[in-house]
């Protein structure tokens, strides 16, 4: 479980957010998070994942594929999670950040 500070920390980008669980996997659901300027489409649902997941440290999957005016290889699509499909591109971060600085991290990306 992320510790609630941090949580705290995240909820000033998105207040809708919900930690979740599957298969021992947490999950932290951004629920309509804005993305950076030049994004289409602007708002999403996004999925946070602390801890490793398909070879990354941690990964931000997004409820749909978005267009930004950096090109990305979305190497991961229709990923069930939670009974819904996500996607996410290939971006590694490093690691040892507060969860807040993981997500800025990896929208980071999207600029």
Known sequence: MVDQRHLQEIRSLCPGLKQLTEGGVDYVLLPALRLPDGCTPCVVDCL????????????????????????????SQNIRILERNWFAYSWRIPTGLRPIETLLAHLQALR
């Open 48 to 75: 946070l994942v602390l801890g490793s997941r398909d070879g990354y440290d941690t990964r931000l999957y997004f409820s749909q594929v978005v267009t930004s005016p950096q090109g990305r290889n979305w190497n």
